[in-house]
C-alpha cells in the first residue's frame, strides 16, 4: 500500500507536495542504513554458523597451498569453482567425486598436451612438481566437502 | 562549459574510449575461443584474454566515473576544482598502472607476474575480476584517495546539490568497498563470501548511485525539468537500489557454503531489485516528455534513454530471470549468468559513460552545446548498432544457457560440461557474429569524433530537421 502511495505521489507533472524531497531524501538515508545494518547482522550470524558447514577443519597447509596455486595460476579464468568464475571449462566444485580420487585429478592437470589439441579448447600445461600437484588435489578435494545445498544438481557440475 | 578546471574530464573520457575499444577487441577473441578451442592457444589462453576483458571494462568505467565527476562536479558546485594538476596527474598515474598490468597479463605468464608483483607478501591476485597483481590494487587505492580528495573538497567547499551527494556518497562506497579485495582467506567459503562485498555491493550497489547522479545531471541540462523534480526522483531511485540491492546480494549466497535461509533473502530482496531500474525508466522518459527546452544535442537524449531502458532490461529482467534460488540452482555459472552479464554492463555502465561523454565531449571540444548534425547521425549509427548487437549477444546466449542447463543439469541423461558445449555451438557462432557487429557499432561512433568537425553546429532547428 505504501508502494502505492509512493508511485501515485511521483506520478504526472505535478508531483503532490505530500510527498517532497525531504521525505524522498529521508527514505533514502534511512532505508539505506536500515537495510545495511540488517544485512551486518545477517553476516554476523553466517560467521556463527559457517564452522559447521564450511569443512574448515580439513583446511590443512597443504589445503591453503593449493587455494594459492589456484590463484596464482588463475584457474577462475576458465573454470567455475561452486558455480563462481568463468565458463569456459568444467565446475571443478565438485570435481574430486566426478574424478573419484585425488589422483585421477593429478593425472588429468599432469597430462595436459603443451600446445593443446587442434581444433579444440584444451588446459595448459603448467609443468606443476608433484608437491604442487598434491596440494591443488588437495584444494579441490576440500572445496568437494563444503556442505553448500546439494549444488550442483548432479555429479556434471 | 563554465569551468577551466572541467577540462581535465577530456583525457578521462579519451582513455576510456580507447580502452574500450581493446576491451571490445579481447572480447572478440574470447567468443572465438569457445568455438575454435585453439585460436591463439598457447600463446593467449582464454584466462588471459577474459582477465584483459573483464579489467579493461572495469578500468574504462572507472575512466569514465573519474571523467564524469570531474566534468560536472565543478558546474555543481559553482567553482573550480581544487587542484586540476592532482586530476591530470592522477590521469597518468592510473593509465600507466593499467597499461603495465595489461602488458604484464599479455606478455607474462599469470603466475610469472604473481612472483614478480610480490603476491605471495599479501595474496590477493587470481580471484574473478580481482587479478590485479596487488601492487596495482594498491595504487587504485591511492588514485581512489586522491580522486575522492579532490572531488570531496570541492563539493563540500562549493554549492551542495543532491546530485553532487550522491555522487560523492556512490564514489566513497566504491573506494570503501574495494578495500574487501585485500582481504584473501585460506576459508574458500569467507573468500567467496567477502568477494561479494567488492562485487556485487559495487555493481548493484554504489555504482547505481553514480549512475543515478550521472543520469539526473545530464537530465537536468538536456530537458530544463526543474532540479527540484528530478532531485526528488533521484533519492527514490536510490533509495529503492540500495533497501533491495544490500540484501539482494544474498543471490550469490546460494550454493557457496552459506546458511540456506539466505535463498529466502536473497531471492525475495533481488526479485525487488528491477524496482529501481523500471523506475528510472520511467523517470527518464517523463523528464524528457516533460521537457522545457529541446536540446541540440540528440544523441546525448539517446544515450540517456537508452541507458534507462537498457539497464532495465539487462540489470533488471535479465537479473530476474535467474535470481530466484529454484531457477539459479540449475542456471548458476551457465551462459545465462554470461547473457546478463553483458546486457547489465552495457546496459547500466557503458551506456551511461557514453551519455556523460556524449553530452560533455562537445563543449570539451570548443563547442557550444552540440556536434555538427552529420557527427551526431553517425554517432546515433554508433549508438543503434551497439546496442541492438548487445541485445542479440544477450539473446544467444541465454539460449545457450537455457540449452547448457538443460542438457547439463535437467534431462534425464546429464551430458558432460564439453558435450555440451560442442551441442550448443551454434549459440556461440551467432554471438561471435553479433560480436562482429558490435565492433563495426564501436568503429562508427569513434568516427563520429572525427567526422564533420569542420561543419557548423547543429542548433535546435537543425537537428530538428
Known amino acids: ?157 | 562549459m563554465q569551468y577551466q578546471s572541467q577540462r581535465v574530464a577530456k583525457p578521462y573520457f579519451i582513455a576510456a574510449i580507447g580502452l574500450f575499444v581493446g576491451q571490445i577487441l579481447f572480447g572478440l577473441v574470447m567468443g572465438l575461443q569457445y568455438v575454435m578451442g585453439d585460436f591463439l592457444f598457447p600463446e593467449i589462453p582464454f584466462n588471459v584474454a577474459r582477465m584483459v576483458h573483464t579489467n579493461l571494462l572495469i578500468v574504462w568505467l572507472l575512466f569514465g566515473f573519474m571523467g564524469a565527476a570531474y566534468y560536472l562536479v565543478p558546474e555543481e558546485s559553482e567553482r573550480e576544482l581544487v587542484s586540476p594538476g592532482l586530476a591530470l596527474a592522477m590521469f597518468w598515474i592510473f593509465l600507466i598502472a593499467g597499461a603495465l598490468t595489461i602488458v604484464g597479463y599479455l606478455f607474462v605468464p599469470y603466475s610469472t607476474l604473481a612472483d614478480m608483483t610480490g603476491n605471495d607478501i599479501l595474496p590477493t591476485m587470481g580471484r574473478e575480476f580481482l587479478e590485479q597483481p596487488t601492487i596495482t590494487k594498491l595504487g587504485i587505492v591511492v588514485v581512489a584517495l586522491a580522486f575522492l580528495y579532490n572531488i570531496g573538497f570541492t563539493i563540500l567547499s562549493g554549492r551542495k546539490t543532491v546530485i553532487t551527494l550522491v555522487l560523492l556518497t556512490g564514489l566513497t562506497g566504491l573506494a570503501v568497498f574495494f578495500l574487501f579485495s585485500f582481504y584473501n582467506p585460506d576459508n574458500l567459503v569467507k573468500d567467496k563470501f567477502y568477494w561479494w562485498w567488492v562485487v556485487h555491493l559495487w555493481v548493484e550497489g554504489v555504482w547505481e548511485l553514480i549512475l543515478g547522479s550521472i543520469l539526473s545531471f545530464v537530465l537536468i541540462k538536456t530537458t530544463g525539468v526543474d532540479r527540484e523534480v528530478i532531485e526528488k526522483w533521484l533519492y527514490v531511485i536510490i533509495a529503492m537500489t540500495l533497501i533491495t540491492g544490500i540484501i539482494g546480494t544474498g543471490h550469490h549466497y546460494y550454493w557457496i557454503g552459506t546458511p540456506e535461509y539466505w535463498q529466502w533473502w536473497g531471492s525475495i530482496f533481488s526479485a525487488m531489485e528491477p524496482i529501481p531500474f523500471f523506475m528510472m525508466t520511467v523517470f527518464a522518459f517523463n523528464m524528457v516528455n516533460r521537457r522545457r527546452r529541446n536540446h541540440p544535442n540528440k544523441p546525448a537524449v539517446l544515450w540517456a534513454l537508452g541507458t534507462a531502458v537498457m539497464a532495465f532490461l539487462g540489470a533488471g529482467v535479465w537479473g530476474f530471470l535467474h535470481t530466484l534460488a529454484p531457477v539459479n540452482y540449475y542456471t548458476h555459472g551457465t551462459q545465462i549468468t554470461a547473457a546478463h552479464g553483458h546486457m547489465a554492463f552495457y546496459g547500466a555502465y557503458v551506456m551511461i559513460v557514453l551519455t556523460m561523454i556524449s553530452y560533455a565531449m562537445p563543449m570539451l571540444r570548443g563547442r557550444e552545446a552540440a556536434n555538427s548534425g552529420r557527427s551526431q547521425v553517425v554517432e546515433m549509427w554508433g549508438f543503434w548498432l551497439m546496442t541492438v548487437s548487445i541485445v542479440f549477444i544477450t539473446l544467444f546466449l541465454t539460449a545457450a544457457g537455457i540449452l547448457q542447463a538443460y542438457l547439463q543439469r535437467m534431462s534425464e541423461t546429464p551430458l558432460p560440461f564439453m558435450v555440451v558445449q560442442d551441442k550448443i555451438a551454434l549459440f556461440y557462432w551467432l554471438r561471435e557474429i553479433a560480436g562482429v557487429v558490435f565492433i563495426i557499432g564501436l568503429i562508427v561512433y569513434v568516427a563520429s569524433f572525427f567526422v564533420g568537425s569542420r561543419e557548423p553546429e547543429a542548433t535546435v532547428n537543425t537537428a530538428e530537421a
Not at chain 1, 508511485?7 to 531524501?25: D, I
Not at chain 1, 559447521?52 to 584457474?75: F, P, S
Request: glycine share 8%; aromatic share 12%.
Open chain 1, 1 to 157: 500500500m505504501k508502494w502505492d502511495h509512493l508511485n501515485h505521489c511521483l506520478k504526472g507533472a505535478t508531483m503532490s507536495q505530500a510527498f517532497t524531497k525531504a521525505m524522498a531524501r529521508n527514505i533514502f538515508y534511512g532505508g539505506s542504513l536500515f537495510f545495511f545494518l540488517l544485512f551486518l547482522a545477517l553476516t554476523f550470524d553466517t560467521e556463527s554458523a559457517l564452522p559447521d558447514r564450511d569443512n574448515r577443519q580439513a583446511i590443512t597447509e597443504q589445503v591453503a597451498m593449493g587455494k594459492a596455486l589456484w590463484e596464482k595460476n588463475d584457474c577462475i579464468g576458465c573454470h567455475t569453482l561452486l558455480g563462481e568464475g568463468a565458463y569456459f571449462a568444467p565446475e571443478l566444485g565438485n570435481v574430486y567425486k566426478r574424478f573419484g580420487s585425488t589422483d585421477a585429478i593429478k593425472a588429468f592437470i599432469k597430462g595436459r598436451p603443451k600446445d593443446g589439441i587442434p581444433g579444440r579448447r584444451s588446459m595448459p600445461q603448467f609443468n606443476f612438481s608433484d608437491e604442487e600437484l598434491d596440494a591443488i588435489a588437495a584444494f579441490l578435494k576440500y572445496a568437494s566437502e563444503i556442505s553448500n545445498a546439494n549444488w550442483p544438481p548432479n555429479i556434471q557440475g
